[in-house]
């Protein structure tokens, strides 16, 4: 218990307040955007080809993202061609286990127009090997088109493909068809690397091309003009081994090879340089197009769903470009429907979800050329760009939700409805957008690692989350396939709360509402699992408690759930906490805000509907069984333990806050004090966290030492153990923690690091492991990869905010697991009960303090000036202080006003 406080009222007569001068520590508004600036505007993705590897993926995108929160925008494209993957939050299919699918894409590159004859059609073609069904002559056939598979060699690598064009002729182009060009789906069958050869005589040959990092459909080379009679296509890597088949079993896989004596696109001789610009919410390209130097800057509308790319030339003479946009995407699932045609001026493309009984989802592009004299037909747009010109091509993005009217018009009218003046309008209202969203919050970490780590991930978070738009999933609102990993859907066991973990101590908790409207959406089919499919979840131990296989009151969630109230994974393994883990938010949303509205119609009904459910099965006891790893089977498992505590912890105060229930206040207040502590074993000769009671656990395995630290829930996101806690409780988790050494572990990167900052771990341990994994898993566009996760790895952030500011029972700590020494500041950073704190320090010596009341009353912190006066001064310019040797500040706030709090000079 704290007994020693230092008190200053709101309202304090004013004989009681000094003459003491006010202290200017806490930046203006102007240095913090400085501030901000500088560090936010170092954090870039950054890329020097143009092979876009990890562009089309079933888990999130590596390369550059852009997102409003309702489209997202992955960059993507081959040497001297721009793509954008389009995708929309809210277009997901139900047929089968619902996913989220991809939209489809715009791609800008030079005019390609082809006038010359193809020498290479009906020549003799030779091969190192083929498939009976697909000789080499097939390659030059001329009958290339849509599902066409022209030559397939035998399995292996290398491959060669030789043409004998009859007599000497003289080519200066080649076009190779990969395999994906006619069949959308097979992308990893693309040729990788290869060259091309030429010779007079068949005997001496003389490389013409060499091309490595392919990924592209359809490879389009210039090169000086020779004259030869063969040509050889060495394939050296004629699959993208990308996939299973095609490392194991690698085939080359030529549609068709195309020869011309006519200079297509100029191929690439400059630099190529792409950033994702996290401060701005932009992408920056450098690149050539047919030769000429161009820049382009990508970027979202902050409310429109439209994309803009403005394409600047630095060049010198004017260029031929061609615009295009089509639905759907290299990895495709069947059933999907494509449409899309020209109307005026605009393209437009719409793709349709295969129909089940809840109906079909629809979405459209419409794109337009503003500049550039454009001309729009037979599915393209041409246009011209002049030295030192912009042209901005549009695309409008409609649809998505279920059984929408058709979406194409709406996005030609949005398409149309742009102008240059519009997309400067669009440009500043993006600017602004991501300029508050920076401001909301930002802290120095003294590290550029950490901060390269911090700010991508606010990045990520900002960009697919948006109030008013549906909840994105595992990945984002990324999607640039139609099979996503677990469909991109609301895994419930932790995963998709861990996207959410930061964002309350960060002082964003707007991006958690989409979260709660996903649940409420789901809510009615809880209902039902919990009275109807309770015995799904262990139908021998619900036989016997629950004779019916129901309760009636309640709610049950499956682990996977997706948008508009369906379910993905329709699995329980064992386990009751989905609801837990899922209603944890909502606690972290009330405590962190103090919203009384929200707690009202929102967050309090849902609280209560995941208590009814354990009021039937706790038992009389106070024990219970779940699943503490998915399909084991305990008694008291950890997590469940410590999150129910949570919950019935917050129901008793809430229901008091809003003066409702109180003739069931104390069914919570029993079953709180009945249920047992958080159970223990021992390990190594030291007490640790179990996973449950040990002896009851179904595979005898009370801990899991390099697994995921799911006996370490209770503390986070569970709150039963903080910094505030007793020590020896504290030395148990630390110890817990030593014994799990899970720090590298996939699923712990959000858990772990945040858990280890609740409980006082060493700092800079936390710190150098925190930075390792970052090193080791972090891609080009700063996410962290390891081939399962993705928007969770961005729980990690509340790691490094916990290090930097928490409370415990009302008491406030900055710099609280920060290590000795080390420098650092946070501005507006979020605390429960309602608070905005920020602080600096240098080495280890705070500068100042500075909270702010949103709600008003009392909070108290944790005093880094013990030993001198602290001189407190309130933002409607009161001053005091308080005396030296005072443990804690306390201070009876008024609502919405700030005190700052420096040690007297």
Known sequence: MRTTRGILAAAVAASLLTALPAHAAVPTAEQQWAEIQQLVGAVKGRWTTQNYSGAVS????????????????????GQGVKTFYISKGDFWTSAGSPSLVALGNVTIQADTTITAANLARGSTATA?????????????????????????????????????????????????????A???????????????????????????????????????????????????????????????DSIGNPRARVGAFE?????????????????????????DTSMQLGGVPVTMKTFTGADSNVVVTSITSQGDRPVRLRAQTVAGTPDARGGMVQTSGVQGDTLWATRQTPASPRGVSRASLATRVIGGDPAASNGRIDFELAPGQTVDVVTAVAG????????????????????????????????????DYWLRSYVDLDDDVLERFYYSSLYFLGSSLR?????????????????????????????????????????????????????DAFVPEARRRAAEDLRRVKPDYVDVRFPSGGMKSGVLFPVGISPFGTTSDDNYHNQVANALFTVTQHIDYWNYTQDEQWLRETGYPFMKEVAAFFENWVEEDGSF?????????????????????????????????????????????????????????????????????????????????????????????????????????????????????????????????????KVGYPGQTIIDRLKQQISQHSVANLRISDGNHGLE????????????????????????????????????????????????RTGDAVEYISVKSEQGGVFEVKNPWTGTKVDVSADNGTVSNVGAGKSTLRVNAMKGATYTFTPAQ
């Open 58 to 77: 079933r888990t999130m995108p590596d390369t550059a993202l852009l997102g409003n929160g309702d489209i997202g925008v992955t960059s993507g494209g």
């Open 128 to 180: 190192s090997s083929s498939h009976p069904s697909f000789p080499p002559s097939r390659a030059v056939s001329g009958a290339w088109g849509s599902g066409y598979e022209g030559w397939v060699s035998d399995v292996g690598k290398p491959q060669w493909l030789r043409i004998d064009l009859g007599s000497a002729k003289t080519f200066r182009r080649y076009i190779l068809r990969h395999d994906q």
């Open 400 to 435: 998505g939700g279920i059984n929408p009217a058709d979406p194409g018009p709406a996005a030609i009218a949005l398409a149309g409805a742009q102008s240059a003046a519009s997309v400067d309008d669009l440009y500043a209202a993006h600017l602004g957008w991501w300029k």
């Open 625 to 757: 069984w779940g699943g503490p790893h998915e399909i084991t089977w305990a008694k008291n498992p950890s997590a469940d333990l410590g999150m129910l505590k949570l919950l019935l912890t917050t129901l008793e105060d809430a229901s008091t806050k809003l003066g409702v229930d109180a003739g069931h206040r104390w069914v919570w207040g029993k079953m709180l004090r009945n249920l047992p502590p958080i159970p223990t074993t021992t390990y190594q000769g030291k007490t640790v966290f179990a996973l449950g009671e040990p002896g009851t656990i179904s595979d005898n395995r009370a801990i899991r030492p390099g697994d995921n630290t799911v006996n370490l829930e209770f503390v986070h996101p569970g709150g039963q153990l903080g910094i505030g806690s007793p020590l020896t409780e504290r030395q148990t988790a630390i110890d817990t923690i030593n014994a799990m050494n899970s720090w590298g572990q996939d699923n712990s990167f959000p858990k772990i690091f945040t858990q280890a900052a």
């Open 182 to 244: 006619a069949r959308p789906g097979e992308a990893a069958n693309n040729g990788k690397n290869w060259t091309v050869e030429a010779s007079a005589d068949g005997q001496a040959w003389t490389t013409v091309d060499t091309v490595t990092g392919n990924t592209s459909a359809t490879t389009d080379r210039t090169f000086a003009p020779v004259t030869a009679r063969y040509l050889r296509l060495n394939l050296t890597e004629p699959t993208q081994g990308t996939t299973a």
């Open 259 to 283: 020869l011309y004596d006519q200079e297509g696109p100029t191929q690439p001789t400059g630099s190529f340089l792409e950033e994702q610009n996290v401060l701005k919410g932009d992408i």
């Open 793 to 840: 790895k961005a729980g990690a952030i509340e790691a490094l905010n916990s290090m930097l500011l928490q409370s415990w029972d009302g008491l406030v700590q900055v710099f609280p697991v920060w290590p000795a020494g080390k420098s650092g500041s946070f501005h507006r950073l979020r605390e429960k009960g309602g608070l905005v704190v920020s602080a600096s």
């Open 467 to 519: 109030e008013g738009k549906t909840a994105s999933g595992l990945y984002g609102i990324w999607a640039t396939t139609d099979f996503p990993q677990w469909g991109g859907d609301f895994h419930l066991n932790y995963n998709w709360q861990a996207n959410y973990y930061g964002v309350y101590s960060s002082n964003r908790p707007e991006l958690a509402l989409p979260y709660f409207d996903a649940v």
